[in-house]
Nanobody, 115 residues
């Protein structure tokens, strides 16, 4: 019944912007932390950004100053705004919700940044 669906991925030129959304079905979003992760081709999944249920944020050094995460608990939706995109940002981006004793993951959305 719990489902996370990422949307907003696509192809963008270096220096451009892209916004991702994570829609969460079920009743597990409001009181739990959420996060964004990415997996570049041939590499391990890595942290992009996290946000607590109260709004405290944390960003990977590689995206600080360029990416911004936010959430709307009333809509059970998380967001990732990506600016000044670089080719090295190319990856499958995943949304995560950390509930008690279990992490929920979406299927991911592809972001490709051309040179």
């Amino acid at each position: 019944q719990v489902q996370l669906v990422e949307s907003g991925g696509g192809l963008v030129q270096a220096g451009g912007s892209l916004g991702l959304s994570c829609a969460v079905s079920g009743d597990i979003f409001r009181y739990n932390a959420m996060g964004w992760y990415r997996q570049p081709p041939g590499k391990q999944r890595e942290l992009v950004a996290t946000m607590s249920s109260g709004g405290a944020t944390n960003y990977a050094d590689s995206v600080k100053g360029r990416f911004t995460t936010s959430r709307d608990n009333a809509k059970n939706t998380g967001y990732l705004q990506m600016n000044s995109l670089k080719p090295e940002d190319t990856a499958v981006y995943y949304c995560n919700v950390k509930a008690s004793f279990y992490d929920y993951w979406g299927q991911g959305t592809q972001v490709t940044v051309s040179s």
